[in-house]
């Protein structure tokens, strides 16, 4: 299916030390659409809206909410023009359970690729500077699966709405959320070691308890 969109993601992700961990300020791969097409591109996790006085508020736009992502500031401009989809194996939840914290990593059940809705943005300091370019993932509900690990999830999008999401107008992009079936996910414990990102590798989604699911 990734097929459809005529862009290889799996050979650019190959072409790179597979991040394990990766957290804001890191760049991670999205796919965007513009005149050119489809395509994959290297951007930073951590939006800095175009009218940002400098790039440190990057750091806490790492989520937008699906339920204001067309109206709030730092979101709206990037949500009518610069929609993409962030391509990811799973993501880690924490948990506190007796007085601690746990972390888990949440995944699809068969091994597939998700693929989240997510926004991109360009900015620089000057007309003189390179563009830094940074990216957001768009966050909604949680399903049956995760409502008990977080109160939000990233919106999962199916391969049938990727395109809408991408290039459509702007009430079709309102619309996918709407429209977004629940996502297959299963989820197991995993090493406390993530929670810094300085920490990679494998072992870090190595299950420490059996899978669960719905």
Not at 138 to 157: N, S
């Amino acid at each position: 299916m990734l097929e459809e969109l005529e862009v290889d993601i799996i050979g650019e992700i190959n072409q790179r030390e597979p991040n394990y961990n990766i957290a804001p300020t890191a760049r991670g791969l999205i796919v965007g659409h513009g005149d050119a097409g489809y395509g994959v591109k290297w951007y930073r996790w951590g939006l800095v809206p175009s009218w940002a006085k400098d790039s440190k508020g990057g750091a806490k736009l790492f989520n937008a909410r699906s339920e204001t992502v067309a109206t709030m500031p730092s979101f709206r401009a990037a949500f009518r023009k610069r929609r993409c989809l962030v391509p990811a194996s799973g993501y880690f939840e924490w948990r506190t359970e007796e007085g601690a914290r746990q972390p888990y990593f949440i995944h699809d059940p068969e091994g597939h690729l998700m693929m989240f809705a997510g926004l991109w943005e360009g900015w620089r300091a000057s007309p003189d500077d390179d563009w830094l370019h940074t990216y957001t993932i768009v966050t909604g509900e949680p399903g049956r699966v995760t409502a008990d690990i977080h109160q939000r999830q990233p919106v999962i999008l199916p391969p049938d709405l990727w395109r809408v999401w991408m290039s459509g107008d702007t009430d079709e992009a309102a619309a996918v959320f709407s429209a977004v079936p629940e996502a297959p996910l299963a989820y197991h414990p995993v090493t406390k070691a993530v929670n810094s990102s300085r920490n990679q590798g494998s072992a870090l989604i190595e299950p420490l308890g059996p899978d669960r699911s719905a």
